[in-house]
């Protein structure tokens, strides 16, 4: 499963979807990546404003956003059951809805689409919690190869500092409790978010990322990501 930014030429991870004609999707599908508060929404809708200032229409989509199991996949996030093969399919299956149902119909009539995180996250924290990477790429086979790829780099102390800062607890799932399942939390936090990362810079050279400092005040990252957008892809 390779993909390099800047693509010309539609392509999928894998199979695809049957029935759609990759050659109609003239539009461009940018992904931004990196953990929960790292600025991911912020970065997205700066992005999307500057877009649009610029007379390009977007559409954005996003992880447990899919009519079909998003609203599922968040209510079961609740409890703290969820195997990591049930997580993969969760995902897997949010994700080919939103691409057959949002993402393929938006390039089609040529938007730029803003994925806030896309495969790389499930796959990331799916190989940390021990799940076979051929297995998982497999399963991700139906999804688009996006146009670029945005990470945002942030070092889990400063991820730590924001999240208890906002909203004052840390997150079971997102402090990788299901699989320490007993210590301190914050440690267990830190660890986690670590071994993503890893996963993460692992996966840069081969998959194509822009690696962008999110360690820096917004504005200095929203700049460095239009500069990226603009230097990389011939928007439609």
């Known amino acids: ?24 999707l003239r539009g461009r599908l940018i992904v931004i990546e990196g953990p929960d508060s790292a600025g991911r929404s912020t ?11 610029r007379g390009y229409a977007s559409a954005q989509t996003g ?13 079961v996030m609740q409890g703290y059951s969820l195997g990591p093969l049930t997580f993969s399919l969760y ?9 057959e149902n949002v993402i393929v119909p938006a390039l089609a009539a040529d938007f730029i689409v803003l994925a806030d995180r896309y495969v790389y ?21 139906f999804a688009i190869v996006p146009d670029v790829v945005l990470y945002l780099d942030v070092k889990p102390e400063v991820l730590a500092e924001r999240v208890l800062g906002n909203l004052h607890y840390l997150d079971y799932w997102e402090s990788g409790m299901d699989i320490h399942r007993d210590g301190d ?14 996963q993460f810079l692992a996966m840069a050279p081969t998959k194509g990322f822009h690696i ?15 500069e990226t957008v603009e230097s990389t892809i011939d928007l439609p």
């Open 1 to 24: 499963m390779t993909a390099t930014a800047g693509v010309t030429q539609r392509a999928y991870f894998g199979a695809g979807i049957p029935e759609i004609n990759l050659a109609t």
């Open 43 to 53: 970065q997205i809708r700066l992005l999307r404003d500057w877009l649009e200032r």
């Open 63 to 75: 992880l447990k956003r899919s009519r079909l199991v998003g609203k599922k996949l968040q209510d």
């Open 91 to 99: 995902y897997a299956t949010d994700l080919a809805d939103q691409i």
């Open 121 to 141: 996250t499930p796959i990331a924290r799916d190989v940390v919690r021990g799940v076979d990477v051929r297995w998982i790429e497999g399963v991700f086979g």
């Open 185 to 198: 939390m914050y440690a267990s936090f830190i660890s986690y978010q670590n071994l993503v990362r890893e």
């Open 212 to 226: 962008i400092d999110g360690d820096r005040d917004a504005e200095q990252v929203a700049k460095e990501l239009q």
